[in-house]
C-alpha cells in the first residue's frame, strides 16, 4: 500500500512539473496545434 501511494504522489508530481514546464518552454497544445488562421479565445 505504501508503494502504491508512493506511485501516486510522483504520478501527480512529475505531471504538474511537466505542465509548468512545457508552458514555459512554449510546447502547450494551444501553440503547437494552432496557426495563424485559428483564433483560440
Known amino acids: ?4 501511494m508512493l506511485g501516486f504522489a510522483a504520478l501527480i508530481v512529475i505531471s504538474v512539473g511537466s505542465y509548468f514546464a512545457l508552458q514555459e518552454l512554449g510546447f502547450s497544445s494551444e501553440d503547437r496545434g494552432s496557426g495563424d488562421a485559428v483564433r483560440l479565445d
Open 1 to 4: 500500500m505504501k508503494a502504491m
